[in-house]
């Protein structure tokens, strides 16, 4: 049904745009030979990005919280040093 739905939108608007990005996808896998692996690994593939990026993310939050802390820790002793020499 959506493979259909995608055919008439693609004639609609004269570009074949559509059919291409169905033939990645759901119920339009069937008609094409192999092309329910294809798109589960293009799913798993696009799973294990997503989830490298988040892993980057907090690694790089955690970096930024430590570089803070240690800044605050610092600044701290500074103050801590003018009002010991004053």
Do not use: C, Y
């Not at 997503?50 to 803070?68: F, G, I, L, V």
């Amino acid at each position: 049904m959506e493979k259909g739905r995608a055919e008439a939108k693609a004639s609609r608007f004269g570009h074949r745009r559509f059919l291409s990005s169905w033939s990645l996808r759901g119920s339009a896998n069937e008609t094409v030979p192999g092309g329910a692996d294809k798109a589960k690994q293009t799913g798993q593939l696009i799973k294990q990005q997503q989830q490298q990026q988040q892993q980057q993310k907090k690694k790089k939050k955690k970096k930024k919280k430590k570089k803070r802390k240690e800044e605050k820790e610092k600044e701290k002793e500074n103050e801590d040093e003018k009002r010991g020499s004053s």
